[in-house]
Nanobody, 120 residues
Framework: QLQLVESGGGLVQPGGSLRLSCTDS????????MGWFRQAPGKEREGVSC????????YYADSVKGRFTISRDNAKNTVYLHMNSLKPEDTAVYYC?????????????WGKGTLVTVSS
């Protein structure tokens, strides 16, 4: 069973950038669609981005299009979420997830999350 671990969260000023990472130290992520989700205080969890197992297809929520980029490095068994032009409304716990099917089929494994706080 996958054990996804996120890293890279922290406090950043509005307009700043962060890069989140997600990896599994035991199992390969090569064959999984990988997604990033977030949950802000008092709000439901929402999908942020997803990348297919091949890396050829990517999907983004409208709220992050043009600012966030998802990528994967199979050699490092790591998936990234590059976040630019961060806004206070991006503040949330960000979760990495893996799915055995396609992005639209939903996720099967979840990390414990990393907190991103955007504040001056």
């Amino acid at each position: 069973q996958l054990q996804l671990v996120e890293s890279g969260g922290g406090l950043v000023q509005p307009g700043g950038s962060l890069r989140l990472s997600c990896t599994d130290s035991t199992f390969t992520l090569d064959f999984y669609a990988m997604g990033w989700f977030r949950q802000a205080p008092g709000k439901e969890r929402e999908g942020v981005s997803c990348i297919s197992s091949s890396g050829t297809s990517t999907y983004y929520a409208d709220s992050v299009k043009g600012r966030f980029t998802i990528s994967r490095d199979n050699a490092k068994n790591t998936v990234y979420l590059h976040m630019n032009s961060l806004k206070p409304e991006d503040t949330a716990v960000y979760y990495c997830a893996a799915g055995v099917g396609r992005c639209r089929d939903g996720m099967d494994y979840w990390g414990k999350g990393t907190l991103v706080t955007v504040s001056s």
